[in-house]
């Protein structure tokens, strides 16, 4: 059973920083995209950034420059280090990871979306303030 567990959200000011972190339980070797999304009230979950099981990533245009995934194979830890935030960075975030089969790491190929993935952590807040 896979299971992610967030951590490292918070509050901070414009042009500050943070860093998520989500631990994964994970089929040792298997092929997979992970990444994270973000939530606001009323809204769909969008793809913010992605890493494959070879370490390829990928980020929505509005992160690119800013924001750093990362993948701790030692650990089975996903990261996201976010630096010069933006008020419109708020929201919720949340990991989630396509895992199990050998097609897996294609997930990350194309834009993923929400859909794409089957397994999420709870996720953590994000807060920034102008």
């Known amino acids: 059973q896979v299971r992610l567990v967030e951590s490292g959200g918070g509050s901070v000011q414009a042009g500050g920083s943070l860093r998520l972190s989500c631990a994964a339980s994970l089929d040792t070797g298997a092929s997979f995209c992970m990444g994270w999304f973000r939530q606001n009230s009323g809204q769909g979950r969008a793809g913010v950034a992605f890493?494959?099981?070879?370490?390829?990533?990928s980020y929505d245009d509005s992160v690119k420059g800013r924001f750093t995934v990362s993948f701790d194979n030692s650990k089975n830890t996903l990261s996201l280090h976010m630096d010069s935030l933006k008020p419109e960075d708020t929201g919720m975030y949340y990991c989630a990871v396509e895992e199990g089969f050998a097609g897996a790491r294609s997930v990350c190929a194309t834009k993923p979306l929400s859909i794409d993935f089957g397994y999420w952590g709870r996720g953590t807040q994000v807060t920034v303030s102008a």
């Open positions: 890493i494959d099981v070879d370490g390829s990533t």
